[in-house]
């Protein structure tokens, strides 16, 4: 089992920036790929960014690509994602995703532990 806690969400004008963290216990964080989805209400979760266990490999979605970087400390068990440059459409809540498979992946379904979500609003 993994329990994931997310920290670092609030209200931000735009054009600001946060830094979500994501803290790791009960299993070897440096072998779990570790990822970042968002959820409006009403709407369904969406991928965000994703980083391999080793942290050489990156992906993100569209929407956020020169914006958002994630990143990792495994040596603190914990996941960033740095926001800047937020838009009022950045408003969600942001999950933490962490995952026993060995690359990068957008799927939810890949990922077996989640975080309690951290909400993140972005006024304009």
């Known amino acids: 089992q993994v329990q994931l806690v997310e920290s670092g969400g609030g209200l931000v004008q735009a054009g600001g920036s946060l830094r979500l963290s994501c803290v790791a216990s009960?299993?070897?964080?440096?072998?779990?790929?570790m990822g970042w989805f968002r959820q409006v209400p009403g709407k369904e979760r969406e991928f965000v960014a994703t980083?391999?266990?080793?942290?050489?490999?990156?992906y993100y979605s569209d929407s956020v690509k020169g914006r958002f970087t994630i990143s990792r400390d495994n040596a603190k068990n914990t996941v960033f994602l740095q926001m800047n440059s937020l838009k009022p459409e950045d408003t969600a809540v942001y999950y933490c995703?962490?995952?026993?498979?060995?690359?990068?992946?957008?799927?939810?379904?890949?990922?077996?532990?989640w975080g309690q979500g951290s909400q993140v609003t972005v006024s304009s």
């Open positions: 980083i391999r266990w080793s942290g050489e490999n990156t």
């Open positions: 009960g299993r070897t964080f440096s072998r779990l790929t």
């Open positions: 995703a962490a995952g026993t498979i060995w690359r990068t992946t957008t799927r939810e379904y890949e990922y077996d532990y």
